[in-house]
């Protein structure tokens, strides 16, 4: 054993040296393939979602320029139904959920002071599977085949009777790969959290982001095995004759309904409960003060985690079941408002008195407030079952998630992109670009939406291509569109800054904002191996309460990648444990996944041949290799 | 390099997916000139009109126009005479691949739109062009020995037969 080099004693550069040994990436093309370095994968992630972002919102101005005017003639009825279907699949299943699960890949091990993720090969495999899925989505689409259902895919209508060919069949596969791709992350989500946080960072010593991420991921690990089952079942049933979604045979056409909303809702608090992680994370920063009401906060993201799952039937209200069913899911669903308020007046309490330094990303967090809380209040509207029943598949709902999803979401993680920025590539975004982006993207987003609700109220229904003339809709509609430009200009800046400032933008320094977490304890952007030494936490802002050195722990091996794992409440060191090495084999067994997933879309026999080479690809992927990863 | 490969796998797939595209409604002339069949004096046997081959033959090769065809083939009553295709007391079989007219499309259609002496009624005055043609192509599949690479699937009612895709696909180029 004395033979193993350790890290005690050697001093800053020669420790780097040695660990750049074990922890950098080949260099080339084979090193961009092989990597399991879950900043390398973090960063690809964030980008090909912000890729899906674009196409989403090109698809979303085509149908904002079909519908400005009365019988407009840009997009027939069958490519509008294929438009906003695509919409709908890329914004929820390419775009929102993994770029949040993106941001956790890339931050939590950050945060929570360690090298790498847990199961980094599996978080390498799921960036491949996601972006396969992506592709497929996206190929079958400029073929003509994209899925015209819906994003949710209602039975009867995506079933065998009323969608023939294989449109459907694309949609319920690239399901499957988004599944794939995001249980693979919450799991190494969850076991990073709880085995591999720095000792001392006991849990009530855990960033907030990190309990989100925490949350989101048991959420994950619960919601998506009911869109498994539906969607598997839909395509059994369009492939092999089953008949789970056929009345007339026994099925059950309200079955469906039942399983996707059982994920689909949950899906809402998938992409939200990060998004509040993001905004205390920011607030804390710029208020300079711990958030207010630390245990509070971690209740109420926990309460909304598991209410998440007692509140999908508020998207069936209209489908008549039974009263008693209709009452217990109104006030399950207005029962979600205590805890997302409870966050609110956290956050205002944290604001109040302090002098938050108005940079971009406290921007974005105070046009979440309003935008957040302005959705929110349309949402108990629409909660409660009379008004629902006359307000359902109105544009008034269109309005109402885009105010909880952009104004919820995606404000956040604007905030949280310019927040993070400099640790992801070394430099700051430019600030006054920012304020402009962020100016044309608060402005335009409400003048886009806005009147959406208005529209929706004077029965103007979603998912219709054109409307004539007679109707009142023309001018606000024309108005929507107009504004939609702002928006997209707003977006267009926003990427323009990205890009200019990840070349030329001011180099940032390890902490820029004066933050409190870990991940402001190393280079930016961080070396591959993260911490040169494990630092040891002794409180929820440590960088704040130890304005010196961090302490840290020392005793590692240098000669594999090596870790510390430390017990799940108080975070004990418990023992050493090496990280797996880059393989090529993720990637190999990614496309054999792929392979045999698409396959299945034509003949059920594909699960049976194709399923060989996986197998193949996994074992290979398994096997010992006498490396120094592998010993135990 | 890169992009010739692209390309090269792409043309094939683009050709592929016509079957996939979904005309729901045709421009009022080329549904006129659907109807543009040319008949021998006999009233069997003819060619379909230059547009159907110009549309890309969809009547027989597009899963979306032969589930219409099923459709509109339960909606107009043509079970009342046909059943599911085994045929009844008032009307024959048309899935036993014997034709009193003959098994090509256009005689289908022609067989629809003008009915036949022994008893078919003519559907000219109640179906438009394309909807003709959509039920000649369901028919005439229907009768198939071979199932096609596109075909309409099971219907949400109680199963009295294996759905029509659940045949084995065939990827012959398909007379007209």
Redesign the interface.
């Known amino acids: 054993m004395s033979a193993q080099p350790r890290d005690t004693g050697l001093d800053g550069a020669a420790l780097d040296a040695a660990l750049a040994s074990v922890w950098s990436a080949r260099p080339g093309l084979l090193g961009w393939f092989t990597t399991v370095d879950h900043k390398a994968i973090g960063r690809r992630y964030i980008a090909t979602a912000f890729l899906f972002l674009a196409l989403g919102g090109v698809l979303a101005l085509l149908m904002r320029w079909q519908l400005a005017q009365p019988e407009g003639r840009l997009l027939?009825?069958?490519r509008f139904n294929q438009i906003f279907t695509m919409h709908g699949a890329t914004m929820m299943f390419l775009f929102a959920v993994p770029v949040m699960e993106a941001v956790g890949v890339y931050l939590v091990p950050l945060m929570v002071g360690t090298r790498n993720i847990a199961f980094p090969r599996l978080n390498a495999f799921s960036y491949w599977v996601y972006l396969f899925g992506g592709a497929l989505l996206w190929?079958a689409f400029l073929?003509?085949?994209g899925p015209?259902v819906g994003w949710f895919a209602y039975v009867?209508l995506s079933?065998?009777?009323y969608a023939?060919?294989?449109?459907a069949d694309i949609w319920a596969q690239m399901i499957t790969f988004t599944e794939i791709a995001a249980l693979a992350v919450a799991v190494e989500i969850v076991v990073t959290v709880f085995k591999q946080r720095a000792p001392g960072m006991s849990l009530d010593r855990m960033p907030l982001f990190v309990w989100a991420m925490l949350v989101t991921s048991f959420v994950v690990i619960l919601a998506m095995p009911a869109v498994v089952l539906a969607s598997t079942a839909l395509i059994l049933d369009?492939?092999?004759?089953t008949?789970f979604?056929?009345?007339?045979?026994g099925g059950d056409v309200l079955l469906w309904q039942h399983l996707f909303w059982f994920f689909g809702h949950p899906e809402v608090y998938i992409i939200f409960i990060p998004a509040v992680g993001m905004v205390s994370t920011i607030l804390s920063t710029f208020c300079r003060r711990p958030i207010f009401g630390y245990t509070a906060m971690v209740l109420a993201l926990v309460s909304i985690g598991l209410l998440a799952f007692g509140l999908w039937v508020h998207h069936m209200f209209t489908t008549g079941l039974p009263r008693l069913g209709e009452s217990f899911f109104t006030a399950s669903s207005m029962a979600i408002a205590v805890p997302s308020g409870l966050q609110i007046f956290c956050w205002l309490a944290t604001l109040w008195g302090a002098r938050p330094r108005m940079a971009v990303p406290m921007l974005y967090v105070l046009a979440f407030l309003f935008t957040f809380v302005l959705g929110g209040m349309t949402g108990v509207m629409v909660a409660s079952v009379p008004l629902d029943t006359q307000l359902h598949d109105s544009y008034f709902v269109v309005a109402h998630f885009h105010y909880v999803l952009i104004g919820g979401a995606v404000f956040p993680l604007l905030g949280a992109i310019h927040y993070w920025f400099p640790k992801l590539s070394g430099r700051m975004m430019s600030e006054r670009l920012g304020r402009w982006a962020w100016g044309l993207v608060f402005g335009g987003f409400n003048l886009v939406f806005f009147p959406m609700h208005i529209l929706g109220l004077w029965g103007m229904p979603r998912r219709v291509y054109t409307y004539q003339p007679e109707l009142p809709w023309a001018g606000l509609n024309l108005f929507s569109s107009l504004s939609a430009a702002l928006l997209a200009l707003g977006f267009l800046l926003f990427f323009w800054n990205a890009w200019r400032s990840a070349r030329k933008g001011e180099m940032a320094g390890p902490d820029p904002w004066g933050a409190p977490t870990l991940e402001w304890a190393t280079a930016s952007p961080p070396p591959p191996w993260n911490f040169s030494r494990i630092p040891v936490v002794e409180s929820v802002s440590p960088l704040w309460d130890a304005p010196g050195e961090l302490k840290v722990a020392t005793g590692l091996r240098l000669d594999r990648r090596e870790l510390v794992l430390t017990s799940v409440m108080a975070a004990e060191p418990e023992a050493r444990d090496s990280s797996p090495q880059d393989s090529i084999w993720p990637f190999l067994a990614a496309i054999v996944t792929s392979v045999m997933l698409i396959w299945s879309i034509f003949s059920p026999w594909a699960v049976v041949w194709g399923s060989i080479p996986v197998v193949a690809a996994l074992i290979l992927w398994f096997w010992p290799r006498g490396t120094p990863e592998d010993e135990s | 390099m890169r992009r010739m490969l692209l390309l090269a796998l792409a043309v094939p797939?683009?050709q592929g997916?016509?079957?996939?595209?979904?005309?729901?409604r045709p421009d009022p002339p080329v549904a006129a000139a659907l109807d543009g069949v040319a008949i021998l004096p006999i009233g069997i046997g003819g060619r379909p009109p230059e547009v159907y081959f110009a549309l890309g033959k969809p009547y027989r090769t597009?899963?979306?126009q032969?589930?219409e065809g099923k459709r509109l083939y339960a909606w107009f009553g043509c079970p009342q005479c046909h059943g599911q295709g085994e045929g009844t007391a008032r009307g024959p079989a048309l899935l036993d691949g014997w034709w009193n007219y003959g098994p090509g499309l256009e005689t289908i259609y022609l067989s629809v739109r003008d009915g036949r002496p022994g008893g078919m009624p003519a559907f000219r005055s109640r179906l438009t062009n394309d909807q003709l043609w959509q039920l000649a192509g369901y028919v005439q599949q229907l009768g198939a020995y071979s199932g096609g690479a596109?075909a309409?699937?099971?219907?949400?009612?109680?199963?009295t037969r294996?759905?029509e895709?659940?045949a084995p696909a065939r990827f012959a180029p398909l007379e007209p």
């Open positions: 027939g009825p069958d190929i073929l003509d085949m015209d009867p079933g065998p009777q023939p060919g294989k449109r369009r492939l092999v004759g008949q979604f056929n009345p007339a045979a | 797939l683009l997916c016509k079957r996939e595209t979904r005309d729901l597009n899963a979306y032969l589930s596109a309409p699937s099971r219907d949400d009612a109680p199963p294996p759905a895709n659940r």
